[in-house]
DNA sequence: CAGAATACCTGCGGGC
DNA sequence: TGCCCGCAGGTATTCT
Protein backbone atom coordinates (compact mmCIF):
# COMPACT_ATOMS: atom_id res chain seq x y z
CA UNK A 1 0.00 0.00 0.00
CA UNK A 2 2.35 2.83 1.57
CA UNK A 3 4.48 4.31 -1.14
CA UNK A 4 7.00 7.35 -0.28
CA UNK A 5 3.88 9.84 0.05
CA UNK A 6 1.94 7.74 2.27
CA UNK A 7 4.64 7.03 4.61
CA UNK A 8 5.83 11.12 4.86
CA UNK A 9 1.97 11.63 5.56
CA UNK A 10 2.75 9.10 8.41
CA UNK A 11 5.72 10.53 9.56
CA UNK A 12 4.35 14.11 9.23
CA UNK A 13 1.15 13.29 11.34
CA UNK A 14 2.66 11.51 13.93
CA UNK A 15 5.95 13.84 14.49
CA UNK A 16 3.87 16.54 16.61
CA UNK A 17 2.47 13.79 19.08
CA UNK A 18 5.46 12.04 19.62
CA UNK A 19 8.70 13.76 19.83
CA UNK A 20 10.51 14.46 23.05
CA UNK A 21 8.04 11.64 24.75
CA UNK A 22 8.93 8.63 26.74
CA UNK A 23 7.78 5.52 25.70
CA UNK A 24 5.88 3.85 28.97
CA UNK A 25 4.84 0.55 27.52
CA UNK A 26 4.77 -1.28 24.47
CA UNK A 27 2.34 -4.04 23.93
CA UNK A 28 2.72 -6.48 21.79
CA UNK A 29 -0.14 -8.73 19.92
CA UNK A 30 1.91 -10.37 17.33
CA UNK A 31 5.17 -10.72 16.41
CA UNK A 32 5.31 -12.36 12.98
CA UNK A 33 5.57 -10.07 10.17
CA UNK A 34 7.82 -10.06 7.74
CA UNK A 35 10.35 -10.46 9.79
CA UNK A 36 9.59 -11.34 13.35
CA UNK A 37 9.74 -8.08 15.42
CA UNK A 38 12.86 -8.81 17.90
CA UNK A 39 12.10 -10.23 21.21
CA UNK A 40 14.00 -7.40 22.98
CA UNK A 41 12.21 -4.74 21.28
CA UNK A 42 9.80 -4.10 24.14
CA UNK A 43 12.42 -4.02 26.53
CA UNK A 44 14.46 -1.57 24.58
CA UNK A 45 11.56 0.61 23.66
CA UNK A 46 10.60 0.86 27.67
CA UNK A 47 11.52 4.44 28.93
CA UNK A 48 13.03 5.48 25.95
CA UNK A 49 12.66 8.71 24.48
CA UNK A 50 11.52 9.07 20.92
CA UNK A 51 14.11 12.52 19.75
CA UNK A 52 13.26 12.51 16.30
CA UNK A 53 11.43 10.71 13.24
CA UNK A 54 13.17 10.51 9.74
CA UNK A 55 12.21 8.67 6.44
CA UNK A 56 14.50 6.50 4.19
CA UNK A 57 12.46 5.40 1.43
CA UNK A 58 9.51 3.55 2.39
CA UNK A 59 11.13 2.87 5.88
CA UNK A 60 10.26 5.13 9.38
CA UNK A 61 13.36 5.97 11.54
CA UNK A 62 12.14 6.50 15.21
CA UNK A 63 15.00 8.18 16.26
CA UNK A 64 15.22 7.32 20.48
CA UNK A 65 17.51 7.52 23.27
CA UNK A 66 18.60 4.03 23.38
CA UNK A 67 18.36 2.72 19.58
CA UNK A 68 16.66 3.53 16.40
CA UNK A 69 13.05 2.03 15.77
CA UNK A 70 12.30 0.98 12.03
CA UNK A 71 8.72 0.64 10.89
CA UNK A 72 7.81 -0.61 6.99
CA UNK A 73 4.41 -0.68 6.11
CA UNK A 74 4.32 -3.33 3.60
CA UNK A 75 1.61 -3.68 1.42
CA UNK A 76 -1.38 -2.93 4.12
CA UNK A 77 0.29 -1.14 6.79
CA UNK A 78 -1.40 1.73 8.93
CA UNK A 79 0.56 3.76 12.12
CA UNK A 80 -2.60 5.95 13.89
CA UNK A 81 -2.49 7.55 17.27
CA UNK A 82 -4.82 6.84 19.35
CA UNK A 83 -5.95 7.92 22.93
CA UNK A 84 -4.53 4.97 25.00
CA UNK A 85 -6.68 1.63 25.48
CA UNK A 86 -7.17 -1.88 26.31
CA UNK A 87 -8.61 -3.44 23.27
CA UNK A 88 -7.51 -3.60 19.91
CA UNK A 89 -9.09 -3.42 16.57
CA UNK A 90 -8.15 -6.68 14.11
CA UNK A 91 -4.70 -6.89 12.87
CA UNK A 92 -3.74 -4.44 15.83
CA UNK A 93 -0.49 -5.75 16.24
CA UNK A 94 1.81 -3.33 18.08
CA UNK A 95 0.81 -0.66 20.61
CA UNK A 96 3.37 1.66 22.03
CA UNK A 97 2.14 3.87 24.86
CA UNK A 98 3.60 7.46 25.29
CA UNK A 99 4.02 9.33 28.34
CA UNK A 100 0.82 11.71 27.33
CA UNK A 101 -1.21 8.25 27.31
CA UNK A 102 -1.52 8.03 23.68
CA UNK A 103 -0.56 4.84 22.25
CA UNK A 104 1.14 4.71 18.33
CA UNK A 105 -0.65 1.90 17.00
CA UNK A 106 0.65 -0.38 14.26
CA UNK A 107 -2.29 -2.04 12.20
CA UNK A 108 -1.05 -4.82 8.97
CA UNK A 109 -3.44 -7.18 8.17
CA UNK A 110 -1.46 -8.48 5.56
CA UNK A 111 2.07 -8.50 7.55
CA UNK A 112 3.87 -7.70 4.97
CA UNK A 113 5.38 -4.65 7.19
CA UNK A 114 8.63 -4.80 9.51
CA UNK A 115 9.22 -3.08 12.99
CA UNK A 116 12.64 -3.84 13.41
CA UNK A 117 15.31 -2.41 16.36
CA UNK A 118 19.20 -1.47 15.97
CA UNK A 119 21.49 0.17 18.00
CA UNK A 120 23.95 0.44 15.06
CA UNK A 121 23.58 3.14 12.75
CA UNK A 122 20.60 2.63 11.15
CA UNK A 123 21.79 3.48 7.33
CA UNK A 124 24.29 1.02 7.28
CA UNK A 125 21.18 -1.85 8.45
CA UNK A 126 21.06 -4.42 6.36
CA UNK A 127 17.64 -3.63 4.62
CA UNK A 128 18.72 0.13 4.18
CA UNK A 129 22.38 0.02 3.20
CA UNK A 130 22.06 -0.68 -0.47
CA UNK A 131 18.52 1.41 -1.06
CA UNK A 132 18.84 4.14 -4.14
CA UNK A 133 18.67 7.49 -4.34
CA UNK A 134 15.93 9.63 -2.67
CA UNK A 135 13.61 11.20 -5.28
CA UNK A 136 12.58 14.44 -3.88
CA UNK A 137 16.38 14.76 -3.17
CA UNK A 138 18.84 16.83 -5.48
CA UNK A 139 20.90 13.41 -6.31
CA UNK A 140 17.89 11.96 -8.24
CA UNK A 141 18.32 14.37 -11.66
CA UNK A 142 18.25 13.34 -15.51
CA UNK A 143 21.83 12.58 -15.21
CA UNK A 144 21.70 9.82 -12.14
CA UNK A 145 18.88 8.48 -14.09
CA UNK A 146 20.20 8.12 -17.84
CA UNK A 147 23.26 6.57 -16.30
CA UNK A 148 21.10 4.23 -14.90
CA UNK A 149 19.24 3.69 -18.12
CA UNK A 150 22.42 2.75 -19.64
CA UNK A 151 23.25 0.21 -17.45
CA UNK A 152 19.86 -1.57 -17.32
CA UNK A 153 18.38 -4.06 -19.90
CA UNK A 154 14.61 -3.93 -17.61
CA UNK A 155 11.32 -1.71 -19.05
CA UNK A 156 11.79 1.99 -17.97
CA UNK A 157 8.61 1.47 -15.60
CA UNK A 158 10.37 -1.77 -13.40
CA UNK A 159 13.47 0.16 -13.04
CA UNK A 160 11.94 3.76 -11.53
CA UNK A 161 10.18 0.87 -9.32
CA UNK A 162 13.53 -0.39 -8.24
CA UNK A 163 14.59 0.56 -4.70
CA UNK A 164 17.78 -0.11 -5.14
CA UNK A 165 18.03 2.44 -7.96
CA UNK A 166 15.45 5.21 -6.35
CA UNK A 167 13.80 4.01 -3.44
CA UNK A 168 10.24 5.05 -2.62
CA UNK A 169 8.21 4.88 -5.99
CA UNK A 170 5.68 2.29 -6.35
CA UNK A 171 2.84 0.99 -8.67
CA UNK A 172 0.96 4.43 -8.34
CA UNK A 173 2.92 6.96 -8.82
CA UNK A 174 5.61 4.98 -11.14
CA UNK A 175 2.15 4.70 -13.21
CA UNK A 176 1.10 8.50 -13.00
CA UNK A 177 5.02 9.63 -13.27
CA UNK A 178 5.10 8.08 -16.65
CA UNK A 179 1.60 8.96 -17.70
CA UNK A 180 2.49 12.69 -16.65
CA UNK A 181 6.08 12.09 -19.12
CA UNK A 182 4.09 10.97 -21.46
CA UNK A 183 6.40 7.62 -21.66
CA UNK A 184 5.20 4.32 -22.11
CA UNK A 185 6.43 1.99 -18.56
CA UNK A 186 6.90 -0.75 -21.26
CA UNK A 187 9.63 0.58 -23.17
CA UNK A 188 13.78 -0.09 -23.10
CA UNK A 189 15.00 1.65 -20.15
CA UNK A 190 18.10 2.04 -22.11
CA UNK A 191 16.47 3.38 -25.49
CA UNK A 192 15.01 6.48 -22.94
CA UNK A 193 16.96 9.91 -24.31
CA UNK A 194 18.83 12.20 -21.90
CA UNK A 195 15.80 14.66 -22.52
CA UNK A 196 13.08 12.28 -21.97
CA UNK A 197 14.92 11.04 -18.36
CA UNK A 198 15.23 14.68 -17.35
CA UNK A 199 11.27 14.91 -17.95
CA UNK A 200 10.58 11.69 -16.13
CA UNK A 201 12.49 13.09 -13.17
CA UNK A 202 10.20 15.75 -12.90
CA UNK A 203 7.17 13.91 -13.37
CA UNK A 204 8.39 11.97 -10.37
CA UNK A 205 9.22 14.65 -8.18
CA UNK A 206 5.77 16.59 -9.01
CA UNK A 207 3.79 13.67 -8.77
CA UNK A 208 5.13 12.92 -5.19
CA UNK A 209 5.04 15.87 -3.93
CA UNK A 210 1.09 16.72 -5.04
CA UNK A 211 0.74 13.73 -3.55
CA UNK A 212 2.53 14.49 -0.52
CA UNK A 213 0.01 17.62 -0.33
CA UNK A 214 -2.81 15.51 -0.55
CA UNK A 215 -1.93 13.48 2.15
CA UNK A 216 -1.31 10.05 -0.08
CA UNK A 217 -3.64 8.10 -2.06
CA UNK A 218 -6.30 5.84 -0.38
CA UNK A 219 -7.31 2.79 -2.87
CA UNK A 220 -8.24 0.12 1.12
CA UNK A 221 -5.96 0.23 3.36
CA UNK A 222 -4.40 3.39 4.11
CA UNK A 223 -5.01 6.19 6.54
CA UNK A 224 -3.67 9.01 7.75
CA UNK A 225 -2.44 8.62 11.65
CA UNK A 226 -5.62 10.45 12.02
CA UNK A 227 -7.25 7.60 10.44
CA UNK A 228 -8.72 9.60 7.79
CA UNK A 229 -8.27 8.43 3.93
CA UNK A 230 -5.72 10.17 1.72
CA UNK A 231 -6.78 12.45 -0.81
CA UNK A 232 -4.62 11.72 -4.11
CA UNK A 233 -7.14 8.87 -5.43
CA UNK A 234 -9.30 11.73 -6.79
CA UNK A 235 -6.37 12.77 -8.61
CA UNK A 236 -5.45 9.33 -10.15
CA UNK A 237 -4.98 10.09 -13.53
CA UNK A 238 -4.21 6.60 -15.08
CA UNK A 239 -4.03 3.82 -12.15
CA UNK A 240 -7.12 1.85 -11.73
CA UNK A 241 -9.01 3.46 -14.94
CA UNK A 242 -8.59 1.00 -17.32
CA UNK A 243 -11.25 1.54 -20.04
CA UNK A 244 -11.66 5.13 -18.25
CA UNK A 245 -10.98 7.87 -20.98
CA UNK A 246 -7.85 9.15 -20.72
CA UNK A 247 -7.84 12.91 -19.37
CA UNK A 248 -6.36 14.32 -21.87
CA UNK A 249 -7.10 13.01 -25.24
CA UNK A 250 -10.32 10.58 -24.13
CA UNK A 251 -8.88 7.92 -25.45
CA UNK A 252 -9.93 4.51 -22.95
CA UNK A 253 -7.00 3.82 -20.73
CA UNK A 254 -5.24 0.47 -21.35
CA UNK A 255 -4.09 -2.21 -18.61
CA UNK A 256 -1.07 -4.43 -19.00
CA UNK A 257 1.30 -6.29 -16.79
CA UNK A 258 4.85 -5.56 -16.29
CA UNK A 259 6.80 -7.53 -13.47
CA UNK A 260 4.09 -9.00 -12.01
CA UNK A 261 2.64 -5.21 -11.79
CA UNK A 262 -0.92 -3.94 -12.97
CA UNK A 263 0.44 -1.50 -15.39
CA UNK A 264 -2.29 1.17 -16.66
CA UNK A 265 -1.45 3.81 -19.51
CA UNK A 266 -2.96 6.07 -22.45
CA UNK A 267 -2.14 4.47 -25.84
CA UNK A 268 -2.20 7.99 -27.69
CA UNK A 269 -0.71 10.35 -25.02
CA UNK A 270 2.51 7.58 -23.54
CA UNK A 271 4.82 6.23 -26.42
C1' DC B 1 26.19 -11.22 -12.73
C1' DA B 2 21.42 -9.26 -14.04
C1' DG B 3 16.76 -10.06 -14.59
C1' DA B 4 12.72 -12.77 -13.74
C1' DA B 5 9.90 -15.55 -10.79
C1' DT B 6 8.53 -16.74 -6.17
C1' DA B 7 7.31 -16.18 -1.55
C1' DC B 8 5.27 -14.09 2.40
C1' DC B 9 -0.38 -12.99 4.17
C1' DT B 10 -5.30 -11.51 4.54
C1' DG B 11 -9.39 -9.61 2.39
C1' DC B 12 -12.30 -8.56 -1.21
C1' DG B 13 -14.71 -8.43 -5.62
C1' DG B 14 -16.20 -10.93 -9.63
C1' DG B 15 -17.76 -15.07 -11.94
C1' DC B 16 -20.23 -19.14 -11.64
C1' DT C 1 -25.89 -17.38 -0.88
C1' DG C 2 -21.41 -19.45 -1.23
C1' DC C 3 -17.19 -21.16 -3.20
C1' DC C 4 -13.07 -20.43 -6.02
C1' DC C 5 -9.93 -17.54 -8.37
C1' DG C 6 -7.15 -13.63 -9.02
C1' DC C 7 -5.66 -9.43 -7.46
C1' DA C 8 -4.01 -5.69 -4.02
C1' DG C 9 0.16 0.99 -2.22
C1' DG C 10 6.26 -4.18 -1.30
C1' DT C 11 10.48 -6.33 -1.67
C1' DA C 12 13.93 -9.98 -0.01
C1' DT C 13 15.05 -14.32 -1.62
C1' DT C 14 15.46 -17.86 -4.90
C1' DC C 15 15.71 -19.23 -9.57
C1' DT C 16 17.58 -19.20 -14.45
Request: aromatic share 6%; proline share 5%.
Amino acid sequence: MPELPEVETTRQGIIPKVINQTITSVVINQYDLRWPIPKTLKTALTGATIKQITRRGKYLLFETSSGTLLIHLGMSGRLLIQPKKHTFAKHEHVNIIIANDCALCYIDPRRFGAILWTKENPHEHKLLKHLGVEPLEREFNGTYLFNQTQKHKTTIKQLIMDSHIVTGVGNIYANEALFLAGINGRVPANSINKKRCDLLVKSIKKVLTKAIKMSGTTIRDFATSSGKPGGFQNALQVYGRTNNPCKKCHTPIQELRLGQRSTFFCPKCQM
